[in-house]
């Protein structure tokens, strides 16, 4: 059964910081994995989806690379600000079209 | 480009009682989904439509909980008799299609609260 743990559970740290959040999962027969955002009170938006192919995917400030034989995936996020603060998921899809999530990384960055 | 919609935002009942939720995915979509995300967890799917077909529903507690999605567009998840376990963000998404290339674009979610 594919499991996804995130870590760190939450993370605070001050406003222009370079950090990093981290995904595991334990099959590695997946599809692709995805990184998504979710702001308190609302829905998930995708930042970037990784095929299984490839190794990793760029959007602005956000740098996610994916490691499929250890199960690992690693979200970059450069120069943090107070508007990056939100929960952080990771998200694999596997065969059988489940998409598991993991329970995801609380982010604050700090003024 | 509309998002998913969904309503209620929030909605509070008291245990035992019935309770609807209405989901409109975006406009060309054929694959739904209806999550459910307990506080401090990641969203687990409790069903998946492809147009109008049940494709999954494995995980759905099929003693109170059911589903439909009449003309493969808009869908309604329905609770009968809601417990307070139920107390939940009731999520909805949608994809162009089933293939692992394609996101999943998800709904703001209704909020439930079981008294």
């Known amino acids: 059964k594919q499991e996804v743990t995130q870590i760190p559970a939450a993370l605070s740290v001050p406003e222009g910081e370079n950090l990093v959040l981290n995904c595991s999962f334990t099959?590695?027969?997946?599809?692709?994995l995805q990184w998504f955002r979710q702001d308190p009170g609302k829905g998930l938006t995708s930042l970037l989806l990784?095929?299984?192919?490839?190794r990793e995917q760029t959007s602005g400030r956000l740098n996610a690379s994916l490691d499929k034989s250890s199960g690992r995936s690693t979200l970059y996020i450069a120069a943090s600000q107070p508007g990056d603060s939100a929960t952080y998921l990771c998200?694999?899809?596997?065969?059988?079209?489940?998409?598991?999530f993991g329970a995801g990384t609380r982010l604050f960055v700090k003024a | 480009e509309a998002g998913v919609v969904q309503s209620p935002r929030y909605k509070i009942i008291e245990k035992k009682q019935p309770v609807a939720f209405w989901c409109n995915p975006i406009?060309?979509?054929?694959?739904l989904y209806w999550y459910l995300q307990n506080l401090g967890q990641g969203p687990e799917l409790l069903i998946r439509?492809?147009?109008?077909?049940?494709?999954?529903d494995s995980q759905l507690p099929k003693d109170r909980f059911s589903a439909e999605r009449l003309k493969g567009v808009d869908s309604t998840l329905k609770i009968q008799p809601a417990e307070l376990g139920d107390s939940a963000v009731y999520l909805c998404?949608?994809?162009?299609?089933?293939?692992?290339?394609?996101?999943?674009?998800f709904g703001p979610g209704t909020r439930l609260l079981v008294l």
């Open positions: 998404a949608s994809s162009p299609s089933p293939s692992g290339e394609e996101t999943q674009y």
């Open positions: 099959d590695s027969a997946i599809y692709n």
């Open positions: 990784i095929q299984s192919s490839q």
């Open positions: 998200a694999v899809y596997t065969g059988g079209f489940k998409t598991i």
């Open positions: 406009s060309g979509h054929n694959t």
């Open positions: 439509y492809e147009n109008e077909e049940a494709v999954d």
